[in-house]
């Protein structure tokens, strides 16, 4: 069977944990949970006949007092870039997160996941700034933890990419 890691990546609070959760557990909890260094969980997909085991690193959210360690990168197949779609400054961070990995890991397989769907009544992203990272190229999902909207699509399509590549 494949191992592939995949690392959730993105500012603190934007749901990284509650997506892991949503797509491992099957579970929801408003109760917010910061993540301390690395938290690691698995969960086997199949993906085009083939069994594919996620070991999923839900690294601690950057802010201005913790950086990511490039460290805890090594070794990724692929990525999430988690936004909060309710705070506009997630995006920016997500941009600059993007462009570090890159640097450290060269272009593998991502998804620049916009979380928190659920609440769009309070959505600080505008369709501008979305529109203007998917002329990068990039893949842009719309999910919810809460609701489970697309968590089990972006880890799908992402082991897709991951075995495409």
Do not use: H
């Amino acid at each position: 069977m494949l191992q592939k890691k995949i690392c959730m990546v993105g500012a603190f609070a934007t749901g990284k944990t509650s997506l892991v959760t949503k797509f491992v557990y099957s579970i929801f909890s408003e109760k917010y949970q910061t993540t301390v260094g690395v938290k690691i969980d698995k969960k086997t997909l199949q993906v085009n006949e083939q069994e594919l085991n996620l070991i999923l690193w839900d690294l601690y959210g950057e802010d201005e007092f913790q950086k990511l360690r490039t460290s805890y990168l090594r070794g990724s197949s692929g990525y999430l870039l988690v936004v909060d779609g309710t705070r506009k400054s997630t995006l920016q961070k997500a941009v600059e997160l993007q462009q570090r990995v890159e640097e450290n890991l060269g272009k593998i397989p991502f998804i620049l996941v916009l979380n928190k769907w659920d609440l769009q009544d309070q959505w600080e992203l505008d369709p501008a700034s979305i529109e203007a990272v998917e002329q990068k190229g990039w893949i842009v999902t719309k999910a919810s933890a809460k609701t489970g909207l697309n968590v089990e699509e972006i880890f799908n399509t992402l082991a897709s990419k991951i075995l495409e590549g």
